[in-house]
Every structure is written in C-alpha cells, then in structure tokens.
C-alpha cells in the first residue's frame, strides 16, 4: 500500500481550517501554519500537534504544500518572501494554491518555482464555509494534466474537481464565476425593491423567481437566509467579493475585452464598499442598493 503523502496547509482560516480537517478525516497527515497565533491555538486544540510555527521548520517535512491565502500578494510572500517555504522545500514538491488569485501572478510564480524544482498547480473554491466543512466544495483546478492527477486524490478530499485548462485557468475561473455571482445579486435585490415599492411581498417575489426564469444563487440561497432575515452573515466579507471582481475586471483590461455592464456591477460592490467598509458581509451589499434607491425592502416579520 501506497504511503499517503505529506501535507502542509497554510492558511487555517473560516476556510482553511475545515479544509484541513477534511484532508485529516481522509487520513492525510497534515501540517498546519497560519500567521494567526489564536488560528494555531484552534487548529492544535481540534488535531493536537499537527501545527508548524514556522516554514522553515514545515518545508522539509512535506511532498505537498496547500495554501488557501487573502490574495496572490501573500501567496508570493509566503512562496517566495525572504523567508518564504518554497526555499525549503524538497525537490518535486507540488504547490497547491487555492487562494482567490490573480491568473497572470500564478504563472509568474509557477516559473519561479520551477527554477527550484517545484511544481504548482491553481486550484480556488467555492461553496462557502458550509461546503468547506462537508467537503463539497466546487474546486476549479488550472495546470498540467500529470500534475492535477497527482493532486485530485487531495483535492477530492474536499469537493469536486473540474479541471479549468492552463496554469491560471482556475483563479480566472473563480472570479469570473464570482463575477456573474455578483451580477445576478445585484439585478436580484433592484427587483425586490422595484416590487416591494409597488407592494409585492418580497418573500413571494423570491418564490416566484426560484420558480422561474428568474432564478439565480442569490435568489435560491441568499435573498431569504440573509437579506430579508436582516442577519447579513454569510461569514464571507464584501472586501472579498470585490478583490474577486477586480480580477475579473483585470482579466478582461488584460485581454483588451470591452465590460461594459462589469464594470458598472464593479462600480457599485466598489462604492458599497466605501459607503458601508469592507469588512461587512457581502450580502449587505442590499443595504448599499438601498441606500443609493432611498427604499428599504421590507424584512421578515421576526416571531
């Protein structure tokens, strides 16, 4: 039998964290990092001492490193920073980044890996914190054939794979997919306050658009749980949302694609974010809506 690999994680946030317990339920040994001391304390306290203070120390122990990180910023500095792991690294180690990245930084980084004997393949999610926990994300998985079929027993310890194409085909995936996620929000809640304005009852629009043509992600899974609820807690922060319509929207200047209407939903998630801070769940993008039409739809009568 076949010894399973080692495993590093770096990145044991509201994502990360269920993450790695699913690769740990499947039996992987995992090696667990995060800047974040309380992250540590949480993570050692579920699995006891899989945590590694610091790269230096988790490089040399793994055949695979999984980073799930804020941005394609800190994905380089953790890599290739002054005291980056990749340095550490044992030659034909494989990177697997699943961060919300930027496609054009992912190939960078993939050269400069290579230098050093080590692989990296793009492999962002969706799903949300409840997926991550049940491991069923949608995972989308850019790179060389041979390198994600080294990855998939891995990665389909946490979701399902599609493979996306090239290097970068996974972090352009992810935020074009977030893109029309963002759309279809916005176009939603513009509906519930044109027909709540009229009179309609909001709950019976959202009924009746999950019954139609109407129906999208936000219609079916976010207009009652979070919106008219009044609870605005998806765990998910608007500032990530907007990072992943900015790479959407960067995409598209790169490829000299004309947006119109992308960059106009841009626009609006960029002033919410202005008007109500970044840090506020991304389905309070609805209050922003709201502000800028002075109507408010109305919430579910609370028991």
Request: hydrophobic share 45%; aromatic share 4%.
């Amino acid at each position: 039998m076949n010894q399973l690999p080692t495993l590093g994680f770096i990145g044991l946030g509201a994502m990360g964290q269920p993450m790695a317990t699913c690769l740990i339920n499947a039996g992987y040994p995992v090696l667990g990092n995060d800047l974040n001391p309380q992250r540590m304390k949480m993570f050692a306290g579920l699995h006891g001492d899989r945590s590694v203070s610091s790269l230096n120390a988790m490089g040399p122990k793994i055949d695979i490193l999984i980073m799930i990180l804020p941005n394609s910023q800190v994905s380089t500095a953790v890599l290739l920073g002054p005291d980056g792991v990749a340095q550490f690294m044992k030659p034909g180690s494989l990177v697997i980044d699943m961060t919300s990245g930027v496609p054009s930084v992912t190939q960078s980084l993939n050269s400069a890996l290579n230098k050093i004997g080590v692989d990296l393949i793009d492999a962002p999610v969706s799903g949300a914190v409840a997926r991550a926990e049940n491991g069923t994300l949608t995972i989308m998985a850019g790179g060389t054939d041979h390198l994600i079929d080294r990855a998939c027993p891995i990665l389909e310890a946490m979701g399902s794979v599609t493979r996306t194409g090239i290097l970068g085909s996974g972090h352009a995936m992810k935020s074009l997919n977030n893109l029309v996620s963002c759309a279809g929000f916005l176009i939603g809640i513009e509906a519930l306050i044109i027909g709540s304005k009229f009179g309609l009852n909001p709950e019976a629009m959202v009924d009746v658009l999950n019954a139609s043509t109407g129906m999208n992600n936000s219609t079916k899974k976010k207009f009652k749980q979070y919106v008219l609820s009044d609870t605005f807690d998806t765990g998910f922060p608007l500032k990530m949302m907007l990072k992943d319509i900015q790479i959407a929207l960067s995409l598209a200047h790169e490829l000299k694609v004309p947006v119109p209407f992308s960059q106009l939903c841009l626009d609006l998630w960029a002033g919410t974010e202005k008007l109500l801070g970044p840090d506020v769940d991304h389905t309070a993008m609805a209050k922003g809506i709201e502000q800028l039409t002075g109507w408010t739809i109305p919430r579910t009568a609370k028991a």
